[in-house]
């Protein structure tokens, strides 16, 4: 199904950003209304990131109407908010296809689109690429301009600063837009910020401001008098001076909803020399109450109608695997007070609002950075605590180096709740957790769980609460889970230790995880003996020598990268006792994993019951 571009006279007349330049800018408000209805209508058609698009549909526009796209390059971070820009960079009518399989990719995608500069979807990474456009860009003197897109959030993260102190070292002309949303402008307010904006990014101030420095060359004691009194009067009204000590010329903040004033100030801006911030005012959600008024419920939205005003009711069904999580970590914190919770500003998809809520004192969001969070987990084990750190299995490797030297290396009892592992779907390769065990496996002193169901998940956390002996990790799938029922009473499991759940002939079928219905099922036809190993690491030497001994085939399933996972840390023990015996190893095969739901991606990759089946028999024959 698509929309009837017919209903929106202006956009229309924008396909494509060569397109929306030729327009008059007296039409740029009714394209910046128009675009975020068809935004509104296409995202209610396929689902997706929503609340932040919304918010940047005035910028966007300006963006493109005042600079050269694809010449001059535009870097978006994480990409949230980067659906009207696919909009208007000829994606329009294939909108709602967004972030299903075959479709566009949710995300900025450099194979997808010459507009996409840098392909993204973690934070923080927008300065970097920018100011190595801005360095080529200077090297080609081709007039070539840079800007970069980063939200407030991502703000907390400290490669932004790593980047913007090098940005401010090298002098290279690029233009940083700050996109805030988390604080409202008055009209008043806003007015005189966007003519203050308007008035320091223009001709006039600039030769003053450039003027002056050239006039107060080599008199050391004058300048600086003079650029503490720059400061002081532009300190009365801008927030800037961070930016200024990084060595950016800021502007703003400005009502990043005004079209019209984004881009006279942008048009001013865009002949500024050496890097410039502009500090933006928006509001999530703009345009849509319910999104205005629940940012964080409308950040991503599944298919529904626009016109209703509410999010489709889901009944209730089993349990998610971070509801299991949250649960537990509250069960375990009411008993412990040293339990302390930690999140790089995940609670909501890790299931720790009420933890969060119930246990105000031992929650702690780290926001934005990965790197710290994992530190922080580690500073507190070495003062007796026991932290609890729920990560996305793709944002943990951002913290892998801290893992490694800050937490493995000293044996501190961190519990890494790892939410995420395996396929994670429609938000593609930059979000599956296709790495975790490979990763994990190779670190001295870890303890990796993967359970096979909700219990087990909540017996596997409680079991790396009680192991002190160094780091412990339960690595668990999104969304539902399988509907086992959970134990209240919480034991903690013998280390390394797995169990056989069907006892058959020829073939032994070890599971990691929550493929362990998959294997099952797929053992019937064959009568296989099926394992749920339960550790990664270390691994039931015992068991496996055993299923070796009795069995013509060993197949181990995993939903991680065959490269350096579980199934290869078996290879590696058989090898070590100089066992020969065949083994296949199914799981993700070595390349990035698009988009697409769970279900389709597992059965492409043959990672469901009949997949496993298939190539179980394959190998036989």
């Given at each position: 199904?698509?929309?009837?571009?017919?209903?929106?006279?202006?956009?229309?007349?924008?396909?494509?950003?060569?397109?929306?330049?030729?327009?008059?800018?007296?039409?740029?408000?009714?394209?910046?209304?128009?675009?975020?209805?068809?935004?509104?209508?296409?995202?209610?058609?396929?689902?997706?990131?929503?609340?932040?698009?919304?918010?940047?549909?005035?910028?966007?526009?300006?963006?493109?109407?005042v600079y050269n796209t694809p010449f001059d390059r535009l870097v978006w971070d994480v990409g949230h908010q980067a659906y009207p820009h696919k909009i208007l960079t000829g994606r329009r009518d294939r909108m709602p296809t967004i972030r299903q399989k075959g479709g566009l990719h949710p995300f900025p995608w450099r194979e997808e689109s010459e507009y996409d500069t840098f392909s993204v979807g973690h934070s923080g990474t927008s300065i970097s690429a920018a100011l190595a456009m801005a360095v080529a860009a200077d090297k080609e003197q081709a007039g070539?301009?840079?800007?970069?897109?980063?939200?407030?959030?991502?703000?907390?993260?400290?490669?932004?600063?790593?980047?913007?102190?090098?940005?401010?070292?090298?002098?290279?002309?690029?233009?940083?837009?700050?996109?805030?949303?988390?604080?409202?402008?008055?009209?008043?307010?806003?007015?005189?910020?966007?003519?203050?904006?308007?008035?320091?990014?223009?001709?006039?101030?600039?030769?003053?401001?450039?003027?002056?420095?050239?006039?107060?060359?080599?008199?050391?004691v004058i300048k600086e008098m003079a650029r503490r009194t720059e400061e002081h009067l532009k300190g009365m009204v801008v927030p800037g001076t961070l930016f200024e000590e990084l060595g950016f010329n800021y502007i703003g903040p400005i009502d990043g909803h005004d079209v019209d004033a984004l881009v006279e100030t942008?048009?001013?801006?865009?002949?500024?020399?050496?890097?410039?911030?502009?500090?933006?005012?928006?509001?999530?959600?703009?345009?849509?109450?319910?999104?205005?008024?629940?940012?964080?419920?409308?950040?991503?939205?599944?298919?529904?109608?626009?016109?209703?005003?509410?999010?489709?009711?889901?009944?209730?069904?089993?349990?998610?695997?971070?509801?299991?999580?949250?649960?537990?970590?509250?069960?375990?914190?009411?008993?412990?007070?040293?339990?302390?919770?930690?999140?790089?500003a995940m609670r909501e998809g890790s299931g720790m609002v009420e933890f969060s809520q119930k246990f105000p004192e031992q929650y702690f969001d780290a926001a934005i950075a990965e790197q710290h969070a994992v530190t922080l987990g580690a500073g507190f084990a070495c003062e007796g605590y026991k932290p609890?750190?729920?990560?996305?299995?793709?944002?943990?490797?951002?913290?892998?180096?801290?893992l490694i030297h800050d937490v493995a290396l000293q044996r501190l009892p961190v519990l890494f709740a790892i939410d995420r592992g395996g396929i994670v779907g429609a938000d593609g390769p930059t979000h599956q957790g296709a790495f975790d065990l490979s990763y994990l496996r190779c670190v001295p002193n870890m303890v990796i769980m993967a359970p096979s169901d909700e219990n087990e998940c909540r017996q596997m956390l409680y079991t790396g609460y009680c192991y002190d002996k160094g780091p412990s990790a339960v690595r668990y799938p999104r969304g539902?889970?399988?509907?086992?029922?959970?134990?209240?009473?919480?034991?903690?499991?013998?280390?390394?230790?797995?169990?056989?759940?069907?006892?058959?002939?020829?073939?032994?079928i070890l599971n990691f995880g929550t493929t362990l219905a998959a294997c099952l099922d797929a053992a019937e036809s064959l009568n296989a003996t099926v394992a749920d190993m339960r550790f990664v690491k270390p691994l039931d030497e015992d068991l496996i020598k055993e299923l070796a001994a009795n069995h013509d085939l060993l197949v181990t399933v995993e939903e991680n990268a065959i490269m350096g996972g579980a199934g290869s840390g078996v290879l590696e023990y058989l090898a070590s006792q100089g066992i020969s015996k065949p083994l296949l190893q199914i799981g993700l095969p070595?390349?990035?994993?698009?988009?697409?739901?769970?279900?389709?991606?597992?059965?492409?990759?043959?990672?469901?019951?009949s997949g496993i089946l298939e190539q179980i028999q394959n190998r036989l024959a």
């Amino acid at each position: 199904m698509s929309l009837d571009i017919t209903q929106f006279p202006v956009l229309a007349q924008a396909n494509t950003p060569e397109e929306l330049r030729q327009l008059p800018q007296s039409l740029l408000p009714q394209l910046a209304d128009e675009l975020r209805e068809f935004l509104l209508k296409s995202v209610g058609m396929s689902s997706g990131h929503f609340a932040s698009g919304l918010g940047t549909v005035e910028l966007t526009v300006a963006l493109h109407y005042v600079y050269n796209t694809p010449f001059d390059r535009l870097v978006w971070d994480v990409g949230h908010q980067a659906y009207p820009h696919k909009i208007l960079t000829g994606r329009r009518d294939r909108m709602p296809t967004i972030r299903q399989k075959g479709g566009l990719h949710p995300f900025p995608w450099r194979e997808e689109s010459e507009y996409d500069t840098f392909s993204v979807g973690h934070s923080g990474t927008s300065i970097s690429a920018a100011l190595a456009m801005a360095v080529a860009a200077d090297k080609e003197q081709a007039g070539r301009k840079v800007v970069a897109v980063i939200g407030d959030g991502a703000m907390t993260g400290g490669m932004v600063f790593e980047a913007m102190n090098h940005a401010g070292d090298l002098h290279k002309d690029m233009l940083m837009v700050l996109n805030d949303n988390e604080m409202s402008i008055s009209e008043n307010v806003g007015a005189l910020n966007n003519h203050l904006a308007q008035l320091m990014s223009g001709r006039f101030y600039t030769t003053i401001r450039e003027g002056g420095k050239k006039v107060l060359k080599g008199m050391p004691v004058i300048k600086e008098m003079a650029r503490r009194t720059e400061e002081h009067l532009k300190g009365m009204v801008v927030p800037g001076t961070l930016f200024e000590e990084l060595g950016f010329n800021y502007i703003g903040p400005i009502d990043g909803h005004d079209v019209d004033a984004l881009v006279e100030t942008l048009r001013n801006m865009r002949s500024l020399k050496g890097p410039q911030v502009l500090h933006i005012m928006t509001k999530k959600g703009k345009g849509y109450e319910p999104a205005e008024k629940d940012p964080i419920g409308w950040h991503a939205v599944p298919k529904f109608d626009p016109s209703q005003f509410c999010k489709p009711v889901t009944k209730p069904g089993k349990p998610s695997f971070s509801q299991v999580f949250g649960k537990w970590l509250c069960d375990i914190a009411a008993k412990d007070d040293k339990v302390l919770g930690i999140t790089p500003a995940m609670r909501e998809g890790s299931g720790m609002v009420e933890f969060s809520q119930k246990f105000p004192e031992q929650y702690f969001d780290a926001a934005i950075a990965e790197q710290h969070a994992v530190t922080l987990g580690a500073g507190f084990a070495c003062e007796g605590y026991k932290p609890v750190v729920a990560i996305y299995s793709t944002f943990l490797q951002r913290g892998y180096d801290q893992l490694i030297h800050d937490v493995a290396l000293q044996r501190l009892p961190v519990l890494f709740a790892i939410d995420r592992g395996g396929i994670v779907g429609a938000d593609g390769p930059t979000h599956q957790g296709a790495f975790d065990l490979s990763y994990l496996r190779c670190v001295p002193n870890m303890v990796i769980m993967a359970p096979s169901d909700e219990n087990e998940c909540r017996q596997m956390l409680y079991t790396g609460y009680c192991y002190d002996k160094g780091p412990s990790a339960v690595r668990y799938p999104r969304g539902s889970a399988t509907g086992a029922e959970q134990v209240e009473e919480m034991t903690a499991m013998a280390i390394g230790k797995g169990l056989v759940r069907r006892q058959g002939k020829q073939i032994a079928i070890l599971n990691f995880g929550t493929t362990l219905a998959a294997c099952l099922d797929a053992a019937e036809s064959l009568n296989a003996t099926v394992a749920d190993m339960r550790f990664v690491k270390p691994l039931d030497e015992d068991l496996i020598k055993e299923l070796a001994a009795n069995h013509d085939l060993l197949v181990t399933v995993e939903e991680n990268a065959i490269m350096g996972g579980a199934g290869s840390g078996v290879l590696e023990y058989l090898a070590s006792q100089g066992i020969s015996k065949p083994l296949l190893q199914i799981g993700l095969p070595d390349e990035f994993i698009k988009h697409g739901s769970p279900e389709e991606i597992l059965t492409e990759l043959k990672l469901d019951a009949s997949g496993i089946l298939e190539q179980i028999q394959n190998r036989l024959a």
